[in-house]
C-alpha cells in the first residue's frame, strides 16, 4: 500500500472516530487477532480494470500452483478445453505434481514443467514467459502474494476464494491489477451455478423488480473434515479458525452482487456483524487432544463462533444478509434469497423456488421461467458442464467463461474490484464482532467508478468460440 493511501485511510478512521474509540487495540486483545485494519477510499484509481478488454490471447498457456485440493481437479477440467496450453505444474511435494502429470497424459496432453520441493519454486514458475495465466489454488495465505508476483510478472492471475485475507491485501491486488494491467479474478464459482444464473438474466430482464433484500451464506457441516490430519497441510484450514467472523463470504455473496450491481450501479456502505459463541470446535480439539497427542497444539485454543451474521446496507439503501456456520449439524445452504419489488427467488431449502405473489410458482410455472430465462451461457454449454463436472458442472462453466474471454479479448465477469469487495467482508466482519457488532464502513474500491461502471452481461459478447475436447 503507498504512504499516501496509508495516510488517507488513517485520516479517514480518525474523523470516523474509530482510531480514538481504541477499537485497534480491543481487536487484538479480544480474540488475538491483529490489530483492526484501516478502511476508506482509494485516493486515486491508476486505471479502471472494470470493463477492461486485455489484448486477446490465441492460446492461453496455464501454470497451476497448489495441486493437493482443488488443483487436480482445476487440471481436469481445463484439459477439456479447447485453446489452452498446460505449461507447468508447481506444488512443494513431487508426489502431487506427478498425479496432475498423470491426468495430462490421460487427455493426450504434453507433459508439462514441472516445479516442486521448495515453499519458493511458484516464483520460478511466475518468471517462465512461456506463461499467460497463473491459476491459484493454494491454502489461502498464498493467494494474494502470488497472484502479485504473477502480476509482477506479466501475467493475469486468478486464484480460489477468498482472494485476500485483509484489506491491505484488497489494496494490493487493486493496485497490481490497474498498475500491470493484468486480470486478476477470484474463482467464485458459484456466479456459475444453474439457478444464480438464472437468477440473474431474470433480474437483469426485470422480473424481480427494484432488488430490495437478498440473502446469501456458507452452511457446510466441516467440523470433522477441518479436524481431518490428512485433507490440509498443516492443518492450515483448521488454524484460520481461530479469527473470529464470517470468514468465507464469497459463495453466498458472489451471485448477490451481481445481481444488485454491486461495484457497477451501487455500493456497499457499511456492515455489521455478530457471532454466537464457540460451541463444538474447541470441545472436539479437547476431545481430540485427549486421545492423540498430535491435537495437543489445539486444545485449549478459541476458535471462531458457530454461526456468524453478517448485514450490509448500501448506498440505494438496500440490504444483504450473509451467515457463516461450518460447524453445526445441518444440511448445506448457500441461501440465495433475492427479493424484489415484484418478486423473489430462493434456494435453499431445495426445491428452488420462485415467487411473485403469496404462493410459489407450480412446476409448470416453473419450467415456463426456466425456458424464458435460461441464459445463454447454459444454453450453449451448460450441458457440457454437467458432464464433466466440478460441483455439478459450476466450476467447469467457470473455467470455460474464463478461458473464452481471454481469448476473445472481453471483460471478465468477475474483476479484482469484486474480488477485493467479496474477500473484504471477512476482515471488516472481525472488526464489527470485536468491537460489539457496531457498524464498520466498506471501503469503495472502485474509487467512485461504480457510479458508471456497467453491470454484469450474460451475453457471449462476441465470445462463445471456444470449444470442449472431450465429452465423459
Known amino acids: 500500500m503507498t504512504s499516501g493511501r496509508r495516510d ?25 487477532e491483529p490489530e483492526s485494519e484501516k478502511v476508506g477510499s482509494q485516493p486515486n484509481q491508476r486505471f479502471n480494470m472494470s470493463g477492461y478488454c486485455a489484448p486477446k490471447l490465441e492460446k492461453v498457456r496455464i501454470g497451476f500452483v497448489g495441486l493437493g485440493n482443488r488443483g487436480p481437479g482445476a ?33 493426450g496432453i504434453p507433459k508439462a514443467k514441472t516445479y516442486s520441493g521448495s515453499k519458493e519454486i511458484w516464483k520460478e514458475m511466475c518468471q517462465n514467459p512461456d ?73 437483469r430482464q426485470g422480473y424481480f423488480g ?6 446469501g451464506a456458507y452452511i457446510h457441516d466441516l467440523l470433522e473434515s477441518n479436524f481431518s490430519k490428512t485433507k490440509y497441510s498443516d492443518m492450515w484450514r483448521l488454524k484460520e479458525n481461530y479469527r473470529r467472523g464470517n470468514l468465507y463470504p464469497t459463495h453466498g455473496l458472489g451471485p448477490l452482487c451481481q ?5 457497477r450501479g ?71 434469497l433475492v427479493n ?13 423456488r420462485i415467487s411473485n405473489g403469496h404462493e410459489w410458482c407450480n412446476e409448470q410455472e416453473m419450467n415456463q421461467i426456466k425456458e424464458k430465462y435460461t441464459p445463454e451461457i447454459v444454453k450453449h454449454i451448460g450441458e457440457m458442464a454437467k ?20 481469448r476473445n479479448g472481453l471483460p471478465l465477469d468477475q474483476n479484482v474490484y469484486d474480488a477485493a469487495l467479496w474477500s473484504s467482508i471477512a476482515p471488516l466482519s472481525i472488526q464489527s464482532i470485536a468491537n460489539r457488532s457496531n457498524s464498520i464502513d466498506i471501503p469503495d474500491f472502485t474509487n467512485g467508478a461504480w457510479k458508471t461502471n456497467t453491470p454484469v452481461e450474460l451475453t457471449l459478447n462476441g465470445g462463445g468460440t471456444t470449444g470442449v475436447k472431450t465429452t465423459k
Open 8 to 32: 488517507f485511510l488513517r485520516q479517514s478512521l480518525i474523523g470516523t472516530g474509530i482510531i480514538a474509540s481504541g477499537l485497534a487495540g480491543h481487536s487484538a486483545s479480544r480474540n488475538n
Open 75 to 107: 487440471v481436469e477440467r481445463l484439459s477439456n478445453i479447447e485453446g489452452i496450453e498446460i505449461v507447468a505444474l508447481c506444488d512443494v511435494l513431487s508426489d502431487r505434481v506427478e498425479k496432475c502429470q498423470a491426468i495430462l497424459e490421460k487427455h
Open 131 to 203: 506463461i499467460d495465466l497463473i491459476y491459484i489454488t493454494t491454502p489461502w495465505a498464498w493467494h494474494t502474494p502470488m497472484a502479485v508476483y504473477a502480476m509482477e510478472s506479466d501475467k493475469h492471475a486468478v486464484s480460489e476464494v477468498p482472494a485476500a485475507k485483509t484489506i491491505e491485501e484488497c489494496w494490493q491486488l487493486i493496485e497490481t491489477s490497474e498498475k500491470t494491467k493484468k486480470h486478476f479474478m477470484m474463482l467464485e464459482n458459484c456466479c456459475y451455478d444453474f439457478f444464480e444464473l438464472l437468477t440473474l438474466n431474470m433480474a
Open 210 to 215: 427494484e432488488i430490495i433484500h437478498a440473502e
Open 259 to 263: 445481481i444488485m450491481n454491486i461495484n
Open 266 to 336: 451501487d455500493k456497499m456502505e457499511f456492515l455489521t456483524s455478530v457471532s454466537s459463541g464457540d460451541f463444538q470446535m474447541a470441545a472436539m480439539a479437547n476431545e481430540l487432544s485427549a486421545k492423540d497427542p498430535f491435537y495437543n497444539e489445539f486444545a485449549g485454543k478459541s476458535f471462531r463462533g458457530n454461526m456468524s451474521t453478517t448485514t450490509i446496507r448500501t448506498f440505494k439503501e438496500k440490504t444483504i444478509m450473509l451467515q457463516h456456520d461450518v460447524t453445526s449439524r445441518r444440511p448445506y445452504s448457500r441461501i440465495h
Open 340 to 352: 424484489g419489488t415484484k418478486g423473489m427467488a430462493c434456494k435453499y431449502p431445495e426445491p428452488e
Open 387 to 406: 458432464k464433466i463436472g466440478g460441483h455439478g458442472g459450476m466450476d467447469f462453466m467457470m473455467d470455460w467463461r474464463l478461458i473464452d474471454c481471454l
